[in-house]
């Protein structure tokens, strides 16, 4: 746990709260070639809604933090294939 609950940018840590508690599903390959460009998907299996204001259900603001291995960085928006795009912008259904 933080002794700080926020980030630089003023944001809460979500470690620090309920979340923390819960198990994750992480999927990534287990090797890849030089120069590959791959995704990792982190699931979490929660109820993904919360309420608003106004009393209606919303998706629940959640993210991840993925610390790449030395050597490894993210790519250019260029070499991501139209289907790797595609799933990026999709939301939970849930």
Same mark, same amino acid.
């Given at each position: ?13 979500? /470690? ?5 508690? %819960?198990? &994750? ?9 030089? @120069?590959? $460009?791959?995704?990792?998907? /982190? ?5 993904? %809604?919360? &309420? ?9 603001? @959640?993210? $991840? ?30």
């Amino acid at each position: 746990r933080y002794e700080n609950p926020r980030e630089a940018i003023g944001c809460i840590v979500c /470690v620090n709260c309920h979340l923390a508690n %819960k198990p &994750v599903d992480i999927e990534d390959p287990q090797a890849i070639f030089p @120069v590959i $460009v791959f995704e990792a998907v /982190v699931r979490i299996p929660y109820d993904l %809604k919360q &309420v608003l204001v106004n009393g209606k259900k919303r998706a629940l603001n @959640v993210g $991840v933090v993925l610390i790449l291995l030395k050597g490894f960085e993210l790519t250019s928006s260029d070499h991501i294939s139209p289907k790797m795009k595609e799933n990026r912008l999709l939301q939970p259904s849930k």
